[in-house]
């Protein structure tokens, strides 16, 4: 395969797995993006972050969009460059909002960019990779395709399909972002190898209604969004993430931990009782920040 650009340009959104009962399934675009431009240079590889996580990230090749972009470029059997590389990130790091995802998603996508023949790295092809570096896809899929998204796998590959949420739904996303962080990694290590049953057949029932909740009738979020799979047992890792979740929910705020936390996300949030509520739990009010990001319909876009 060719390269044809030596420029691309590509910004991706932030995104909220599991929404409750949609373990490793269920996903939903959010309104913060990170942006990141390309070149393709003779050189060595150079990146420069401004934003979330720039104190934190690698500036070489070990920069996960850098890594990526690689796995795009040889997917296709394109030659590889040195890479000048800017990044603006709005997305925050380690707080369950995808940031990882918005990262591979945005590496494959400027791949896609450079390429003579962009069809050869396609959203199929995209979703598949980004899977098989994520581990799973329910970020990958509402960050590349936006909006809210059921994704799945099987032997060959990562399948999505968008949700069909009204223009004039009442879900209306705020995430609450503490100060802490907390690796997916972690988080995962938290769960039990099994579960009983009855657990099982409670999430199986309240994700399919959940599909109803977000497109047709967000009345019954409130049942939509329990969940017996994931958040409990990793209560541990998160205690005051919980007790948010916990207290929003008796207060009637469809509260789930977003992916896999700490942030918490409030699925119809725009409401004036939400943030004194937050001030009411949590220990250290100036640690914690909430955010009317609203739902990102646009998913991913190369420009
Ligand atoms: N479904 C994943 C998890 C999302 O909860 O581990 C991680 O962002």
């Not at 070990?62 to 603006?88: E, K, T």
């Not at 369950?96 to 896609?112: D, I, K, N």
């Not at 050869?120 to 899929?141: Q, Y």
Request: a negative charge.
């Amino acid at each position: 395969m060719r390269i044809a650009h030596t420029h691309a340009r590509v910004d991706v959104p932030a995104t909220s797995a599991n929404l409750g009962p949609g373990f490793d399934a269920l996903g939903m675009a959010l309104g913060l993006r990170d942006s990141v431009e390309i070149e393709a240079v003779a050189g060595r590889t150079e990146v420069e972050v401004t934003g979330e996580g720039a104190a934190d990230v690698p500036r070489g090749e070990d920069h996960l969009v850098v890594r990526a972009l690689r796995h795009g470029l040889d997917h296709v059997g394109a030659p590889q460059s040195g890479i000048r590389m800017r990044c603006r990130n709005e997305i925050p790091h380690g707080r369950g909002l995808g940031s990882s995802a918005a990262a591979t998603v945005a590496g494959l996508l400027l791949a896609r960019g450079l390429l003579a023949d962009p069809d050869a790295l396609d959203d199929r092809a995209v979703l598949d990779l980004a899977t098989e570096m994520e581990g799973h896809p329910d970020n990958a899929a509402p960050a590349l395709l936006g909006g809210a998204t059921i994704s799945w796998t099987d032997e060959a590959s990562a399948h999505a399909v968008v949700l069909d949420i009204p223009a004039t739904s009442s879900v209306d996303p705020v995430v609450l972002l503490p100060a802490a962080v907390l690796s997916t990694r972690t988080a995962r290590t938290l769960l039990p190898a099994s579960v009983p049953h009855a657990d099982a057949a409670f999430e199986a029932g309240r994700a399919a209604l959940l599909v109803h909740a977000l497109t047709r009738d967000p009345s019954v979020l409130m049942a939509a969004t329990e969940d017996r799979l994931h958040q409990e047992y990793r209560a541990p890792a998160m205690p005051e993430s919980l007790e948010l979740v916990r207290v929003l929910r008796q207060e009637g705020f469809p509260a789930t931990i977003s992916g896999a936390g700490p942030s918490v996300l409030v699925l119809t949030g725009a409401d004036d009782r939400l943030v004194p509520l937050v001030r009411q739990v949590v220990a250290r009010p100036e640690d914690w920040r909430a955010a009317r990001v609203g739902l990102d319909r646009l998913g991913a876009r190369l420009w």
